[in-house]
């Protein structure tokens, strides 16, 4: 005799059935209430919105995980909204077949590197499971696709090729004065730069002749590198170098000259406690992460400070260990066209922010035109 089915069985199907369809996506018109928070510099300076959470923008962060796959393993277990400490960003702009437009995220939480569609919303572990790092802080891709991590467990950076196989592993030779410890990576025009905290310099990697060139260090009268823990290049080739100890942005031209550093030391605007990454948009805008300060400070090309980024909503919620940052490719639709159907409407330039400690991990912010010179939607 086949038993009754007991009331509970009634109501266990039916929370499954809500649970599985409070998993489907967003409401586009939820998306479009998001109310950003706009900020404004002194002196017209440029108009600063924050969008919030990224994974709200993204179309496919909020497709539901297929019930059968749901049942048998549990809900996937990363995604732009759920990564568990990211810490450096890096775009694709190159090297793998269009339109896909992937942003990679050092997560020291899984531990290892996320790669996110930013067209279509889609997420994956970027690595092999025996290739995966130990201790990814941040990331770098070059025109080739290739993967470039910086791993302080391992002491090396990791080089990936464009579907995740670990190629080799990168090096110098030991140095009398101290172990290589890699904290930030950048490529550009062919050569990989790579904060080395352990000998407090920047080595440059060439990675077309495969060979390792002088380290840069600033001169005597300069005060020296301690912790390079994020790097960035302006579009006229000044390389930044943000330094978590000395609280400042050292300067290197194009040239080798080391310029008078932005910021310095302090909890002024325009002053570091302990910043940690740095990027330059095209425009000539840099940002700098401030994990002690829990805010992003941006400045104009020539360093003068224009205001402060410290809420990720206009609810007044802040950041809270703020790292990486990755300027978004400018042909990604998906978030120009989220951004345009916010309260705000577009911005001429897009930076994403990542918080390891944060509720939101990812933080989309928009740069537009100065104060004064809007357009109708005011970017």
Not at 339 to 352: C, D, R
Request: negative net charge; contains cysteine.
């Amino acid at each position: 005799m086949t038993p009754r089915p007991h009331a509970y069985h009634f109501l266990l199907l039916a929370a499954l059935v809500v649970g599985w369809g409070g998993c489907g996506p967003l409401d586009p018109a939820r998306q479009a209430a998001f109310e950003p928070l706009i900020l404004a510099g002194a002196d017209a300076g440029p108009r600063v919105v924050v969008y919030g959470d990224l994974s709200t923008l993204l179309p496919g962060s909020g497709e539901a995980t297929p019930w059968l796959e749901r049942f048998l393993y549990g809900p996937r277990d990363a995604g732009a909204g759920r990564l568990r400490n990211p810490q450096g960003l890096a775009p694709l702009t190159g090297g793998l077949p269009v339109p896909q437009r992937l942003l990679f995220v050092c997560d020291q939480g899984l531990p290892d590197v996320v790669a996110i569609d930013l067209i279509s919303g889609q997420f994956r572990r970027w690595t092999r499971f025996d290739d995966r790092p130990s201790c990814p802080v941040d990331v770098a891709v070059d025109d080739a696709g290739r993967v470039y991590v910086a791993d302080t467990t391992r002491l090396a950076v990791l080089v990936y090729d464009p579907n995740g196989r670990l190629l080799r592993e990168l090096a110098p030779e030991p140095d009398e004065g101290g172990a290589f410890r890699p904290t930030s990576v950048l490529w550009n025009d062919g050569v990989l730069y790579i904060g080395d905290s352990g000998v407090g310099c920047v080595e440059r990697f060439a990675t077309v002749d495969d060979t390792w060139l002088a380290p840069m260090s600033p001169p005597g009268d300069r005060r020296g590198v301690v912790a390079p823990t994020g790097l960035g290049m302006t579009p006229d080739g000044v390389l930044l170098i943000a330094d978590a100890v000395q609280g400042m942005v050292h300067r290197v031209d194009v040239e080798g000259r080391w310029l008078d550093p932005v910021g310095r030391w302090g909890r002024g605007p325009g002053q570091f406690i302990r910043p940690k990454h740095v990027c330059c948009t095209s425009s000539g805008y840099v940002l700098v992460t401030d994990a002690a300060r829990q805010s992003v400070a941006m400045f104009d090309s020539g360093g003068t400070f224009v205001t402060e980024i410290g809420a990720v909503d206009a609810a007044g919620k802040r950041l809270t260990l703020p790292a990486g940052l990755a300027v978004c490719p400018p042909d990604v639709s998906a978030i120009a066209e989220a951004a345009a159907a916010s309260l705000a409407g577009p911005s001429a330039e897009y930076v994403i922010i990542s918080d390891t400690l944060g509720g939101v991990s990812l933080t989309l912010i928009g740069i537009g035109k100065a104060v004064g010179e809007e357009d109708s939607h005011g970017a």
